[in-house]
């Protein structure tokens, strides 16, 4: 055990120096660098000693004081700061819940921020889900999702043709930001395109599976969605030529990843039959895509979409996340699975549109 201040490098960058007089005890003849768990998350010790973890970037301030001890399955790490107890990483101070479940409805406290639509299982917040502050930290069971592509598609207020380097940047920030939202057996599903061709040949799936898993995302399989009834080609490259031919796989695939343990930590009730159970646990789904001028959004998902998620990969009653919520697909889902939806949306006009989807589903079940 060793306790020490932090400096400016380790608390911008994420890692932590372990002292020379603590490291025999911690990290005794271990081979550097190898991996490790730190307060339960992903971590790395590098060549140098150097304990990295995302739980640890921007978490504290300069001169915090913390303690390194080992644990059954790594480190430990817990505040020492003068005049405070010592406190786990774990329970950090307390904060209000913002959203709550409440006999199987969804509940915000009153000085909460406003939802642009709510009910009793289904919320809609018009914000930017890197700076949305409504979602508690550990609460949400499944996140749904298909973000921008980067290919370009005329989203009104968000430019889809940004320079590829700064896509990813972006998708290393939401993707961290669901990384703490979920629950230690929560679970991503993650629809993105295998690869892209606009503004160069890009490899999509590989390079966001790579973030998410530096994040510490874990990886369980890829679903291959063969959409069948995708644009007719236009581009070949060289025509009946060896040239410069392009290759262009005509399917898009849902990643599935998830937070510590990918077997569920609580007994619930699923709702899958046999067939489809079967049938969905097969890598390869195939049916339609949807229609951009039906909808009235420019790149929507059809609903067995997020409704095979859900139904196979959680609990009835659950709650579900659609960070890039559009005309609101993922919570029509829900709706027909008996879960909880939390939808966050930048588009003000796509809030309107998921609004109105949801209210014609509500008013139909009605009659």
């Given at each position: 055990m060793v306790t020490k201040a932090l400096k400016r490098k380790e608390v911008?960058?994420?890692?932590?120096?372990?002292?020379?007089?603590?490291?025999?005890?911690?990290?005794?003849?271990?081979?550097?660098?190898?991996?490790?768990?730190?307060?339960?998350?992903?971590?790395?010790?590098?060549?140098?000693?150097?304990?990295?973890?995302?739980?640890?970037?921007?978490?504290?301030t300069l001169d915090t004081c913390v303690t390194i001890s080992k644990s059954p399955n790594g480190f430990k790490l817990i505040l020492d700061q003068k005049g405070q107890s010592s406190n786990s990483l774990d329970n950090e101070s307390e904060h209000q819940t913002l959203i709550s479940i409440d006999n199987g409805v969804l509940s915000l406290p009153p000085k909460s921020t406003e939802p642009f639509f709510k009910t009793n299982s289904t919320c809609i917040f018009s914000e930017d889900i890197l700076k949305?502050?409504?979602?508690?930290?550990?609460s949400i069971d499944l996140v749904v999702t298909s973000p921008p592509y980067c290919i370009a598609v005329n989203y009104e207020n968000?430019?889809?043709?940004?320079?590829?380097?700064?896509?990813?940047?972006?998708?290393?920030?939401?993707?961290?930001?669901?990384?703490?939202?979920?629950k230690k057996d929560?679970?991503?599903?993650?629809?993105?395109?295998?690869?892209?061709?606009?503004?160069?040949?890009?490899?999509?799936?590989?390079?966001?599976t790579?973030?998410?898993?530096?994040?510490?995302?874990?990886?369980?399989?890829?679903?291959?969605?063969?959409?069948?009834?995708?644009?007719?080609?236009?581009?070949?490259?060289?025509?009946?030529?060896?040239?410069?031919?392009?290759?262009?796989?005509?399917?898009?695939?849902?990643?599935?990843?998830?937070k510590e343990s990918w077997v569920k930590l609580r007994k619930?009730?699923?709702?899958?039959?046999?067939?489809?159970?079967?049938?969905?646990?097969?890598?390869?789904?195939?049916?339609?895509?949807e229609s951009k001028r039906r909808i009235g959004h420019p790149a929507p998902f059809?609903?067995?979409?997020?409704?095979?998620?859900?139904?196979?990969?959680?609990?009835?009653?659950?709650?579900i996340l659609d960070p890039f919520l559009g005309s609101g697909t993922t919570l029509l889902a829900c709706l027909e699975t008996n879960r909880l939806g939390i939808g966050v949306e930048i588009n003000k006009n796509y809030c309107a549109l998921a609004e109105k989807r949801i209210k014609q589903y509500m008013s139909q079940q009605k009659l």
């Open positions: 911008e960058l994420g890692f932590i120096q372990i002292p020379s007089r603590g490291r025999a005890d911690l990290l005794g003849e271990q081979a550097l660098p190898f991996d490790t768990m730190l307060n339960d998350m992903p971590a790395k010790v590098d060549k140098y000693g150097r304990i990295w973890s995302e739980c640890l970037r921007q978490k504290f949305t502050d409504v979602i508690e930290k550990d968000y430019d889809d043709g940004i320079p590829y380097e700064n896509y990813l940047s972006f998708s290393r920030d939401w993707l961290k930001r669901c990384y703490d939202f979920v929560g679970r991503l599903c993650l629809n993105i395109p295998l690869d892209k061709n606009k503004g160069g040949q890009q490899s999509v799936y590989s390079d966001l790579k973030i998410a898993k530096e994040i510490g995302w874990r990886y369980q399989s890829t679903i291959i969605w063969n959409e069948q009834n995708i644009s007719r080609r236009t581009a070949w490259g060289s025509w009946l030529s060896a040239s410069a031919p392009f290759v262009i796989a005509p399917v898009e695939v849902i990643v599935v990843l998830y619930g009730k699923s709702d899958i039959c046999k067939k489809d159970f079967i049938d969905w646990t097969n890598g390869v789904w195939s049916f339609n895509g059809p609903i067995e979409l997020p409704k095979r998620c859900i139904r196979l990969f959680s609990y009835v009653g659950d709650v």
